[in-house]
T-cell receptor, first 116, second 111 residues
Framework: NAGVMQNPRHLVRRRGQEARLRCSPMKGHSHVYWYRQLPEEGLKFMVYLQKENIIDESGMPKERFSAEFPKEGPSILRIQQVVRGDSAAYFC??????????????FGSGTRLTVV | SQKIEQNSEALNIQEGKTATLTCNYTNYSPAYLQWYRQDPGRGPVFLLLIRENEKEKRKERLKVTFDTTLKQSLFHITASQPADSATYLCALDVGANNLFFGTGTRLTVIP
């Protein structure tokens, strides 16, 4: 069981470029959550997805950010026209069912995005 | 909006002692609360979950309490070891399928 796989581990982008972050959930998990962690701040919820559906994107910035979880392949968090303020660690978590029943999440090791 | 305060950014403790970390929250009544461990450069690792109708939960050297009247959770590590050094995060269930995380307490266990 490989756990939640995120890639790349580190990503450097120049201002104005696009960043694509990938997350493969644990085998058998159909729910994916993206969180962002800014330096010295707590993890902030961004979006919750199931296969082919965005369930809750209340934490996503209104512009430049999008997420998908296709029927086949990993979940993708896409940031267009990156700015310095997007520099952060982005974590993906997965669960077998909705966390409303109160189970812990399994997190990946994150992607550290640096915008130069 | 919800607010979580975790006691002190950093806590140093002597090996073998009990470490006690505090999580206080306001403006919400969560159905459950979770504790995670995070090492530098790594993702959080789930440790324990405690529900609103539970007073205490244990797992090996870990113990969590949950006081919904005080709006507080305490996280204890007994017989602490240097390997327990990490940042510990508490997280509230705020519904809508997401967790609200505190900023964490960085624990250092001194040999």
């Amino acid at each position: 069981n490989a756990g939640v796989m995120q890639n790349p581990r580190h990503l450097v982008r120049r201002r104005g470029q696009e960043a694509r972050l990938r997350c493969s959930p644990m085998k058998g998990h159909s729910h994916v959550y993206w969180y962002r962690q800014l330096p010295e701040e707590g993890l902030k919820f961004m979006v919750y997805l199931q296969k082919e559906n965005i369930i809750d994107e209340s934490g996503m910035p209104k512009e430049r950010f999008s997420a998908e979880f296709p029927k086949e392949g990993p979940s993708i968090l896409r940031i267009q026209q990156v700015v310095r303020g997007d520099s952060a660690a982005y974590f993906c978590a997965s669960s077998p069912i909705s966390d409303r029943v109160g189970r812990g999440y399994t997190f990946g090791s994150g992607t550290r995005l640096t915008v130069v | 909006s919800q607010k979580i305060e975790q006691n002190s950014e950093a806590l140093n403790i002597q090996e073998g002692k009990t470490a006690t970390l505090t999580c206080n929250y306001t403006n919400y009544s969560p159905a459950y609360l979770q504790w995670y461990r995070q090492d530098p450069g790594r993702g959080p690792v789930f440790l324990l979950l405690i529900r609103e109708n539970e007073k205490e939960k244990r797992k090996e050297r870990l113990k969590v309490t949950f006081d919904t009247t005080l709006k507080q959770s305490l996280f204890h590590i007994t017989a602490s070891q240097p390997a327990d050094s990490a940042t510990y995060l508490c997280a509230l269930d705020v519904g809508a399928n997401n967790l609200f995380f505190g900023t964490g307490t960085r624990l250092t266990v001194i040999p």
